[in-house]
């Protein structure tokens, strides 16, 4: 079942391109994509899903980071929804194609060697949203180098979201306190990674609903930075 008139973006969820798993859809694949589900760029976007807006919020970076910024994230999502009886469907909503053009924001994007400079850095801090597991080189999940960027702070996603309140974010105070424990200030610039930019997209998300101008999403992640020789961990 599904939010009536929505439409499924079907199993890549993530967006990643057809040439490379760790990366989002380069601009041609993105504008097939999007024009495919009937996005233009007069079209309000509302994202949700049932995994604590996880991958909303990866749609809401894509979409954004190739100049959709008319785009939301339904707060709760599918699990609030669902348990205020909200109305759902099981029929399948059709769309037209549309024409998607993409202009591609380089500010809500990083690459390898941009993390890298931020390692000891200032102006900068590197967040590590991924388990503790991941984060201390306990899981590996299957990259060849284990252990956390040097310097990064280190919260995992799933704490800026309110485990009692159908999935919902946490309050803007409750918010503001996690980011200030871990050093994480609106005048310095953040970037954010996992294991392929995913939990990063709603760690990036939710700074951006909470004012932050300054953040980037390491796309490639743990899965490029710990599988190339050379790259700092601990």
């Known amino acids: 079942a599904h939010i009536p008139n929505s439409v ?12 490379s798993s760790l990366h989002v859809m380069d601009a041609n694949e993105i504008e097939e994509f999007m024009s495919n589900l009937g996005i233009d760029s007069d079209t309000t976007v509302i994202c949700y899903d049932g995994r604590n ?17 008319n785009s939301k994230v339904l707060n709760g999502g599918w699990v609030k929804w669902i348990s205020e009886n909200k109305p759902v469907s099981i029929s399948p909503n059709k769309v037209d194609k549309t024409k998607f053009v993409a202009k591609k924001d380089d500010s809500l994007i990083a690459d390898h060697n941009r993390v890298l400079a931020a390692i000891n850095s200032d102006t900068d801090v590197i967040w590590d949203a991924r388990t503790i597991e991941e984060y201390n080189g306990q899981n590996s999940r299957g990259n060849k180098n284990t252990g956390h960027v040097p310097s990064c702070v280190y919260t995992e996603w799933l704490d800026l979201i309110d485990s009692s309140n159908m999935s919902c974010f946490k309050s803007p105070s409750e918010l503001d306190k996690i980011f200030e424990s871990i050093g994480v200030t609106r005048e310095k610039q953040v970037f954010t990674y996992w294991q392929g930019g995913i939990r990063a997209a709603h ?32």
């Open 203 to 234: 760690v990036l998300f939710t700074l951006k609903l909470m004012g932050f101008e300054k953040v980037s999403n390491y796309d490639g992640s743990m899965g490029e930075w710990a599988n190339m020789d050379g790259m700092p961990l601990e």
């Open 8 to 19: 499924n973006v079907g199993s890549n969820t993530f967006v990643k391109s057809a040439s």
């Open 53 to 69: 807006s996880l991958t909303a919020t990866r749609f809401w970076w894509v979409l954004n980071y190739y100049g959709h910024t």
